[in-house]
């Protein structure tokens, strides 16, 4: 399998807008490694683009991706979706304003995510049904499993009530790629199908110190109810026996830049923290 990180970054990109703190700076010095996108990966295989962060037609065009064949979102918050007119930008034949003939991109959605994306409005409406009308996706709905080419993708939700996130599985050929980039408190570790990953591709979780403005966590913060510290997911990989682990969805106000995280990958294991435009092949 071949795999791009489009963006490695989380809610906020970095450089943040206006922040002057020694990470933004750098960052929006030094551009990629050390500047961070939006969440969203590329699996070559499929054409599969995963997540739509609002800079994903910049991320692509970046890539140099040429054709998107199916769009699968991990869960509907705004850093994951906020890029979803992509489809539109990618398919329209102005001519027209309806598709292509042959570009309709195959939104692929666990039931429970396509009975929620209608949630996704402007003062027009649902988004889905103008896409789905002029034809920029076909929507499909699985439950557990599905199949696109070679590939076989388990969806298993994350037990948060009525919070809606997804951990996904990618298999093909006997190789495996596990991938968590957010909101995954409580993982579903006693699941099989994420035990033994060839990759875990997994957000790093809370870093308790040296964080902006000399912030602390308090112990009932809003954070420790979707994430992990950094040493509990350093635990989480080692039950899963993963035999690498990449990084993703690195936070901005945990004020670290591309070389603090290289400095930490020297005291890891087939560790990595990712950035934008890595490359994984397996």
């Known amino acids: 399998m071949h795999v791009t990180v489009l963006g490695s970054g989380g809610c906020t990109v970095i450089p943040k807008p206006l922040c002057k703190c020694r990470v933004c700076r750098e960052a929006r010095e030094k551009g990629a490694p050390y500047a961070r996108t939006g969440p969203s990966i590329f699996v070559h295989d499929e054409n599969l683009l995963i ?45 027209t304003w309806e598709a292509y003939g042959g570009k309709t991109i195959r939104l692929l959605l666990p039931q429970v995510l396509k009975d929620r994306i209608t949630d996704l409005k402007t003062i027009y409406g649902p988004l889905i049904d103008f896409y789905e009308q002029q034809g920029f996706v076909e929507c499909i709905g699985f439950d557990g499993r599905t199949t696109i080419g070679q590939t076989e993708i388990t969806a298993i939700p994350v037990d ?55 912030f602390r966590y308090p112990e009932n ?14 635990a989480l990989a080692r039950r899963l026996k993963a035999d690498q682990v990449l990084f993703v969805h690195m936070e901005e106000y945990w004020n670290r830049g591309y070389d603090d995280y290289r400095a930490i990958e020297k005291n890891l294991k087939n560790m990595r923290f990712a950035h934008d435009g890595m490359r994984i092949t397996i």
């Open 221 to 234: 913060h809003i954070s420790r109810t979707t994430l992990y510290t950094f040493e509990e997911t350093l």
């Open 51 to 95: 997540d739509a962060p609002a800079e994903i037609a910049w991320q692509l065009n970046r890539a140099n991706i040429d054709r998107v064949d199916y769009l699968l979102f991990t869960h509907l918050d705004p850093d994951h979706v906020e890029g979803f007119r992509v489809v539109e930008q990618i398919t329209l034949d102005f001519r």
């Open 160 to 214: 948060r009530g009525s919070q809606t996130a997804f951990v996904y599985i990618f298999e093909k050929k006997g190789k495996k790629i596990v991938y968590a980039p957010c909101d995954i408190k409580p993982f579903p570790e006693h699941r099989d199908e994420v035990k033994h990953p060839n990759i875990l591709v997994i957000q790093p979780g809370i870093f308790e110190k040296g964080l902006k403005h000399g």
